[in-house]
């Protein structure tokens, strides 16, 4: 089965400058990979996501890169701000059928120093 | 509003005392599933159904049971309560059209078994 592994659990930045968390995966058929953000008290909500066809993806002060070859994938996060101060989770399917189920790393806690 | 619901939001109960948690979504989905939370272990799979009446074991099954008589709901239930059960649950629901879907999660269940 899938595997997904996270790191770092905790990480601490200066507002302003970037952060970046990183994953790995077992499974080489795994086709979809999305980061979930958990503010404190409330759900995951889905913030980025990347297929296995591209290699990255940005979206504002996110983006994702994915190295299929060495099975892991990032996000990157830039000029951080008090609000990305959260637990981010990423996350990859067992399989590459829709329906396969989708595995989840054991999440990083990001707290933005002002 | 398209969303995931949950019931209730708190409880707290005793051990070996009958708990249904219910969840609900509005967005006709055919997976939805459940999941626990515990620090430092991110999200583990309870239980996940692909639709009606079609449910099977995630990677954290033991001492809970699930019914998916019809699309939109999907019930947690506790039949013997214990400690290590405590635990904060989430519901989640995706469509499996296309590729990969956005998985969207209810509020979240935080439960206490003394």
């Known amino acids: 089965g899938e595997n997904v592994e996270q790191h770092p659990s905790t990480l601490s930045v200066q507002e302003g400058d970037s952060a970046v968390i990183k994953c790995t995966y077992s499974?080489?058929?795994?086709?979809?990979f999305p980061w979930y953000k958990q503010e404190l008290g409330k759900r995951p909500q889905l913030i980025i996501d990347i297929r296995s066809n591209v290699g990255e993806k940005k979206d504002q002060r996110i983006a994702v890169t994915l190295n299929k070859t060495a099975k892991h994938f990032s996000l990157h996060i830039t000029e951080t701000q008090p609000e990305d101060s959260a637990v981010y989770f990423c996350a990859a399917p067992e399989g590459y059928s829709s329906a396969s189920k989708i595995i989840f790393g054991s999440g990083t806690r990001l707290s933005i120093r002002p | 509003e398209a969303q995931v619901t949950q019931n209730p939001r708190y409880l707290i109960t005793v051990t070996g005392k009958k708990l249904t948690v219910t969840c609900s979504q509005n967005?006709?989905?055919?997976?939805m599933s459940w999941y626990r939370q515990d620090p430092g272990l991110g999200l583990r799979q309870i239980y996940y159904s692909m639709n009606v009446e079609v449910t099977d074991k995630g990677d954290v099954p033991e001492g809970y049971k699930v019914s998916r008589k019809e699309k939109r709901n999907f019930p947690l239930i506790l039949e013997s309560p214990s400690p290590n059960q405590t635990s904060l649950y989430f519901c989640?629901?995706?469509?499996?059209?296309?590729?990969?879907?956005?998985?969207?999660f209810g509020p979240g269940t935080r439960l206490t078994v003394l």
């Open positions: 499974d080489s058929a795994s086709n979809y």
């Open positions: 989640a629901s995706r469509g499996l059209a296309g590729i990969r879907s956005e998985q969207f």
């Open positions: 967005m006709n989905h055919e997976y």
